[in-house]
């Protein structure tokens, strides 16, 4: 697992910007697995950057989204579907049919996530994954717990992740308590990985992932098995 130490957010986004960057400069068809939450917002608004500078070209990107709440409609201003094409998507020459997301109104959760897991493998699989950390380490919305799972699935969001999202909704009660995320064994089969982490909140998860220990109790330290990681945090994430 390789560490890059940054002085503070900006850095952070910078640095994942310019991984990113690369990594479609070096494959312009490159797969994306691409998170939600606020901390991928500073490499979005470089990612954005790049491409109005003509710098960067998403015209064969193919990205897929960690997670969507459940249920929820796309026309949600909390959707993770409505967000990314408010911070990304509509600012940038991607392909919409390029574009996946798990979709939040489907009669079908099963269904959807089986489909999804098959989509992600006729891509030919994530070339880079882009992880955020929960403060209770979930990476997607993969939560601590005996059991993990590794494809696609429905999941409980525990009470922690329902306080912690509920910032960005009116009230606590409108935050879904069910949500669609790739697994563990979906991100772990990414062919690298990149994991972001800001400020003082992260800063017991990422102690808990440094150790180097695996436990279900912290989703996140699952990566240690993964060959090729970069954490990307600031000195905040790093004080614990
Ligand atoms: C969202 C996701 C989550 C977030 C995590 C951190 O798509 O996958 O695991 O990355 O909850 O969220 P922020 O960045 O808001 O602290």
Redesign the pocket.
């Known amino acids: 697992m390789k560490i890059i130490l940054c002085k503070n957010y900006y850095e952070v986004s910078l640095q994942a910007a310019n991984i990113v960057a690369q990594q479609i400069k070096n494959k312009p068809q490159s797969v994306l697995g691409l ?6 917002l500073g490499l979005y608004k470089s990612l954005i950057k790049m491409n109005k500078e003509n710098t960067l070209d998403f015209s064969g990107v193919i990205t897929f989204n ?2 969507e709440y459940y249920p929820i409609s796309r026309d949600n201003a909390q959707s ?1 579907y409505y967000f990314m094409h408010d911070n990304l998507f509509n600012h940038i020459n991607i392909n919409k049919q390029n574009v996946h997301i798990l979709n939040g109104e489907a009669t079908d959760p099963q269904e959807e996530c089986t489909n999804y897991e098959s989509a992600i493998e006729k891509a030919g699989g994530i070339d880079l994954q882009v ?4 403060q209770n380490g ?4 993969n939560e601590p717990g005996n059991t993990l799972k590794s494809t696609t699935n429905l999941t409980d969001l525990t009470p922690n992740t329902i306080d912690v999202n509920s910032r960005f909704f009116e009230k606590i009660e409108d935050v879904p308590k069910k949500s669609l995320t790739m697994g563990i064994g979906s991100i772990m089969k990414s062919k690298k990985i990149i994991l972001l982490a800001s400020g003082v909140e992260k800063a017991n998860a990422i102690s808990e992932l440094l150790k180097g220990d695996i436990t279900t109790a912290n989703p996140s330290t699952l990566l240690n098995a993964h060959r090729d990681v970069t954490i990307i945090v600031d000195n905040a994430a790093m004080e614990g």
Not at 35 to 40: I, K, N
Not at 138 to 141: E, T
């Open positions: 998170p939600t939450g606020s901390t991928p960690l997670d993770y992880l955020g950390i929960g979930h990476i997607g919305f």
